[in-house]
T-cell receptor, first 113, second 112 residues
């Protein structure tokens, strides 16, 4: 009954590989997000989708490609992984109505070796 | 984030009050939020305040907003060891499609 679930929780992979992180929410929210948290705990938005449409695309390398097959799912695919991609990636969702309180997933710790 | 600033660390004794401070730069912010992150977990929304309010109380939590100085604070009364976590301040704007700008987080350590 987890509200926002991400898989996998941990991901260790070699440089140059391609990997995906999946996210699903069962809250009926219309908007989903991907945030990256670096080693200093700083959180930065990467993407946002509203009803399967991309609405926010921050300055993110095009090796990162989000995909939203329906409004309950937002997956993140990363090509040609680099050491600097190591971070914790959080999925979140919110309703379209203020105050936009996010519900976060528990995060995916990606380590690129 | 460059628009939201917080002090990085706070140590407090169990039973005392904690006050975590945050400043923001964008006067068009409509909502301001406090999130809590425990180790290995996602962020949990604690409380939020609309920009036309100056105070909000929710059990042990009190949020104060000084819009003139763009200063937000979170007071935790009777701090417990379970309050040890990182606390993030965040802001949103009405035209931002729900995008939140987060501060860097304040690590709160509660000592017995």
């Amino acid at each position: 009954d987890t509200a926002v679930s991400q898989t996998p929780k941990y991901l260790v992979t070699q440089m140059g590989n391609d990997k995906s992180i999946k996210c699903e929410q069962n809250l009926g929210h219309d908007t989903m997000y991907w945030y990256k948290q670096d080693s200093k705990k700083f959180l930065k938005i990467m993407f946002s989708y509203n009803n399967k449409e991309l609405i926010i695309n921050e300055t993110v390398p095009n090796r990162f490609s989000p995909k939203s097959p329906d409004k309950a799912h937002l997956n993140l695919h990363i090509n040609s992984l680099e050491l600097g991609d190591s971070a914790v990636y959080f999925c979140a969702s919110s309703s379209d109505r203020v105050p936009y309180g996010y519900t976060f997933g528990s995060g995916t710790r990606l380590t690129v070796v | 984030g460059e628009d939201v600033e917080q002090s990085l660390f706070l140590s407090v004794r169990e039973g005392d009050s904690s006050v975590i401070n945050c400043t923001y730069t964008d006067s068009s912010s409509t909502y301001l939020y406090w999130y809590k992150q425990e180790p290995g977990a996602g962020l949990q929304l604690l409380t939020y305040i609309f920009s036309n309010m100056d105070m909000k109380q929710d059990q042990r939590l009190t949020v104060l907003l000084n819009k003139k100085d763009k200063h937000l604070s979170l007071r935790i009364a009777d701090t417990q060891t379970g309050d040890s976590a990182i606390y993030f301040c965040a802001e949103s704007k009405s035209d931002s499609w729900g995008k939140l700008q987060f501060g860097a987080g304040t690590q709160v350590v509660v000592t017995p």
